[in-house]
């Protein structure tokens, strides 16, 4: 297998970011992005197709696995996990950016922590603790598999600077502990969180869904708080 990836590079004090192409080529038709990376960052030195020599390619990983979502980023302009993503399914060239939608820290790297801002602004935790209902379980463990990677945001059409709209990677852990609140009184304060932060502002593109790395069924997800928050506004009345 031979390839050329391209990858979009910035570090700080660049005025603004480039192209650097580097030629892989591997015997192992199953390799991954993830893997092409780690390989080339192993080079001594790292020359790009110009032979010139480059700084080693910053990008984030961790469990490489498709456990984790460090490792997500712009893979020929789709939002995925660079360890689930095969380079054999892809062209002779292979285009690598980092997502948009967060601030560059450097190269594939982003910075992702308004994500878990939202989380706090929403006080999406429990204040007591609650034992799960057996019949809740399998819904409770399917919530906590979101990735927080970020690529539901990368490409939903709502979220922009993250100001208002919070998007999947803040209503799937909401998602999570409603189901696992008893007390309708309970869930007032975050579903309250919800409807501003989701709800008044989602177009209903579902285009995360098809994204999800975990594919989580979002949809499912936002019916089910859409519910309860229905139900929620009965009881205020």
């Known amino acids: 297998m031979r390839k050329k990836i391209k990858i979009l590079r910035w570090k700080k004090g660049d005025r603004e970011s480039r192209w650097q192409t580097f030629l892989y080529e591997s015997e192992k038709e199953n390799t991954t992005v993830a893997q092409a990376l780690s390989e080339l960052n192993q080079r001594s030195p790292l020359l790009d197709m110009e032979g010139k020599e480059a700084a080693p390619v910053r990008w984030e990983c961790n469990c490489l696995q498709g456990k984790c ?17 095969k380079l054999i399914d892809y062209g002779d060239t292979v285009e690598l950016m980092p997502l948009q939608k967060f601030p560059v820290v450097e190269d594939l790297e982003v910075d992702r922590t308004i994500i878990f801002d939202h989380l706090k602004e929403m006080k999406v935790w429990m204040e007591q603790k609650h034992a799960v209902k057996p019949e809740k379980q399998k819904e409770a463990f399917l919530a906590s598999q979101c990735l927080q990677c970020g690529c539901c945001l ?30 309708g009184e309970e869930k007032t304060p975050l579903l309250t969180q919800y409807r501003e932060h989701f709800y008044q502002c989602c177009d209903e593109f579902r285009a995360c869904e098809h994204v999800c790395p975990a594919e989580l069924p979002l949809t499912q997800m936002m019916a089910y708080m859409n519910r309860e928050m229905e139900a929620m506004d009965i009881r205020m009345i």
């Not at 979502?69 to 993503?85: Q, R, S, V, Y």
């Not at 993250?162 to 799937?172: R, Y």
């Open 154 to 183: 990368e490409i939903c059409t709502s979220y922009t600077d993250g100001k208002e709209f919070f998007g999947m990677a803040a209503l799937v852990p909401a998602d999570r502990i409603i189901k696992l609140e008893e007390d």
């Open 69 to 85: 979502g460090a490792c997500a980023m712009l893979i020929n302009d789709f939002p995925a996990l660079a360890c689930k993503e």
